[in-house]
């Protein structure tokens, strides 16, 4: 059986691990203020292009979402975001927990428009019984989507513009940040981004990494007394070398992106092979998710061998179901699934 | 330099190092639901002789406490504590910013009496304004305590006696477990936690692991959707088979035990030397952190090669510092110290 | 200028002053403990029928709705409501704040059905990744609903039925409960919501009093401990007497009856008078709000004597305006206006 | 039988009610926007002598206390007070509640120094572990305190200075601020207070008023989006005009300050009464709270026609009780209780 039903199934890449053993005997200073740790900045600030940009690390992406949301709102604020964006769905009320409102827009294939956010920001200010509504203080979008997608260089541009008019900061959640970048289909660079959004994340979870999620804040009104936000909330790691330790590896020798490349690739074969057999798809993903509605015959069939997650039903005999690719899919499970796809 | 000041300085113990390296690319679900993590909480409700208690894994102390306690307690509740209590002093208000007030009573050498304890339970019982104060909900002990102290088992009994008889569950932080267990002075066994506690946590971060630390919960009132709380609070870690390896390795031919015994026996050793010097100790711990009271010129000698924790100042020309052995202090590396100790 | 904008643009009804006025230098304790709020509670319970019931008095909605929610739900958990529901777009995120998201489903004309909630419901149990989603802990219903319209004794009686069928509480915000009741479309009694909701509350500040709600609480689970819950949330007046003394007015001689059937009645004049004309409304309302939709000129006309509340706009040229009646509105004030549309 | 054991048995000094009911039946806005408020706001100003400070009403104290609070602080800091400060001990953890830990100071009579203050600021700021920490983000007193004690303008001041050094705002809750400048010991004033503190609040309920606290914040930064905390706390009154009008007359003719000395010579007579017999006392209080220590046999004596509250038992014979008095206590009711005091 081949797993292809998320981008987290296996360890982490060996040179990470081959690091940590290395590595493991040194003692340093704990809680991330150890020279992995400030190596890893260093390396990430670089490949940014900002050298003013905080950096920190964080275990997980709910985590991480959480620890950023609550750190920029005040408690009348709100964070808007896509209705299928992951703080919103897929995060127990996390961010609600911490005392806020998500306020979700419509989504088109995951993504929200720079006029809905406008519409959004304006429509609050100019409401004259806005106190009585919770306040947009935070935008949120991921990159990709949680359906694969990518913004355009110019739709990103087009959402920093409006928020800095607003005076409302940018977050960009980046748990699969390298497969957006790595697209073929992209034109967003992580400098482009350290430059448009004010804070973001590159996600090293499900890319390379054992865990591990690297924040980048660009913004100075985000950065005070944010490591106060990342105890509160649990995230302070006692052994942060571990995420030192990992990021350095990841941005050393352009493996992550390497990795990410990778991954986008055997996503494009799955797809063209789908593609090639006439099969619809539910949304057009450029990056390492595809998402193919199958009749419930194929899904049977390829289950057999392939596992894949259900996504969602669209009638009696038609599913979406989700095929994911990561660093460590190998070539031949996918050249497997693609002769099954071509024998459907 | 020796690095004594804290027992996080490391890595992980090889083995699991190893465990981690060979389990690398085998492909499992997320989120806890493994077969590692399977067969660890076996091993661990086995070493407890609890068969019926939930097992749950989460990644930091902080975390895991903050989840623990807003898990069990209402909105008007609070958690009963000592003052020198973790969550009282080190964690950035997490408790508080769940919505809950720690209820701090005075302690002596880290600890608090089941006297002291049923004093606040009866006392809001019988308050006739009880509404406008805070509910004590939950007791919150540690084990061993922040400055290395024991709760013996009569001790641990009469607490446990008190909580039950209010109805107020008990939860024993064990970040530090093993090496109170293990302690030549303690008398307190797993077993004997298990029946006594309601839920109580036994710490890998500090203790061989990576990081990580185990949920034991035995009151089946404290079990429900416990899951939930976890994902809430972003420790649900998507690589969940990273914590069941480590604490498979754990809990196999008395790893986590024979660790912690390695770590007490060498504190021991610094212990007796500061004392056949006749140094005083700010507090007597039978476990692997010691607190020796020193002149600013032993600690100045000292603090040339061996890295303590500055605990407290106690006047002008002394000071309380603690020294910390771990699963992985060298032998060799406590020789030094205690030569350098015996020439002051 | 005639004020029909909402229902809260006077004070109190005069018994109600003179009540206050009367027993203005009794003393009696704090709290809500006096003997007036004793009676007034077995005034509501009795024409409740629900003699078990706990009855509680708060000083708002958005305090009161925020009060029962917060109390009622673990932190895991969110309210499911109409996404036009008063928590969800008017409270300034309160729910949110203490820690729980707003589950809202599409409405229509301010309604859900038990089929929506138990699709909800269901929903969530079934979901495998349940617990990475907010699981619902209650359900929010308002009655009337923001829109004035009503839910049959059928539909509650279904929606109530769902409820218990999947264990979670039923909460029907009764801001304007007494214009619901004594609507001449109603089939729903007070005994019949004390027995059909699990926790409700009958609203003063806009059926007048000066201000204040009284929460009925019908469900054991949900009775424990509310005084604290009151407390906790700043809605407990030291001089609770004054609660306690306008609802015992209120449950005097029918007075809280006679008062919404008062403004229910002018509303239908109101709602006759533009039916007349072949104004079309908004939404089919029974009860004391009503909402035509207005072209620009008679908008303007109608806004030089008789202010009304600016709800939507709906073209260019058409919007939806809000009149309200209430138990303070003059019978005269309702003849001007049904002059002035009948003029335009 | 009298009742001295607090301050709120009454209703609402007599020029209010008619206040009320004079202008009952005017229709107004909601929400506090109306010209009752408006004229307050201008009022209060104006004896404060702090043209430019925005000034709320809102229902009580717990409310309010809460509101301020929460509004100023981050999600990571706390209040610092005294630990027999209103917040910590009697408001059921509504402060906790918002997510803030309220840091307790130790208090002599209920008060806490500049000196402490400096001590627990800078502490924090000088700790290199204090991102483990909670950080002190505002300063709460109150004036009177809880024991009817009070800062002199020197104590007062010095506070302020330390506040204003660390660039922490100061709160000071006057819930009973008029029986503190009144007091003939006092020598603060109402523009002293407005210059010293950032935020503090003028309270109603205790002092004249059916109910309501007027906020008043001098502090820019403290002004910003406050109608959105007094909503989302359920602070907002519907028809905000009534606590308009109560203010509107306690600052008219004086009639809030002529109130609080009424009081304050009462309890001055009860004082002296006590002192006469040589009774001692628990703390030396100038305002309306007396705190005198009782044997068993004169509390019997005095319960029997003079109602007091119970503080704290001392030892088997004695314990510490409280007679309050107020705006509404009679000349005759205190001259009762006189004789009763002296024949014991």
Redesign the interface.
């Known amino acids: 059986m ?2 292809f039903q ?1 981008d ?5 890449h ?1 040179r990470i ?1 081959e690091r ?2 290395e ?8 809680y991330g203020e150890d020279e992995y740790c400030a190596h890893a900045r260093d390396l990430i600030r670089e490949a940014c292009q900002a050298p003013a940009a905080d950096v920190h690390f964080l ?6 979402n ?2 950023v949301i ?2 920029a709102l ?3 604020q ?1 964070v808007v975001c896509a209705e299928s964006g992951h703080i919103n ?6 961010v ?7 306020l979700a827009l419509p989504a088109n294939e995951g993504k929200i428009t720079a006029e809905q956010v406008a519409a959004a920001l304006k429509g609050h200010r100019d409401d004259v ?7 947009p203080g935070m935008v949120y979008i991921s990159l990709p989507t949680e359906l694969g997608t990518l913004y355009s260089l110019a739709e990103l541009t087009a959402i920093s513009n409006v928020c800095r008019q607003w005076g409302v900061p940018l977050f960009v959640d980046g748990a699969r940040l390298g497969y957006g970048l790595m697209s073929a289909r992209a034109d967003v660079t992580l400098p482009d981004l350290a430059r448009l959004a004010d804070v973001f994340y590159i996600g090293g ?2 890319q390379g990494a ?2 591990g999620e690297a924040v980048v804040i660009t913004a100075d009104a985000l950065k005070r ?1 944010f ?13 942060g ?2 995420l030192g330790i990992q990021f350095e590896t990841l941005f050393t020798d352009n493996l992550y992106f390497d990795l990410a490349a990778h991954a986008d690739r055997l996503a494009q074969r799955i797809h063209d092979a789908f593609a090639a057999k006439g099969i619809p798809f539910y949304v057009d993903s450029p990056t390492n998710q595809q998402f193919p509605i199958l009749t419930n015959d194929m899904r049977q069939a390829l289950d057999r061998n392939f596992l894949s997650d259900f996504w969602l039903r669209l009638d009696d005999n038609h599913c979406c179901v989700r095929y994911c690719t990561s660093w ?1 899919t190998k070539e031949s499970a996918v050249s497997q699934l693609v002769e099954a796809i071509n024998a459907l």
């Open positions: 081949f797993y998320c987290y199934n296996e360890g982490a060996p691990l940590l053993a590595t493991n005997m040194v003692q340093t200073t704990g275990v997980g992406g709910t985590q991480t959480t620890t609550a750190s005040r408690p009348h709100g769905v897929h995060e127990t009320g996390a609600e927990h911490t005392g806020h409102k998500v019984n806005a106190e009585h509504m919770v306040q979870t499900k054992l865990f007394d490591r106060y936000a990342i105890k509160q909330h649990g995230g302070m790691l006692a052994k070398r571990l460590a």
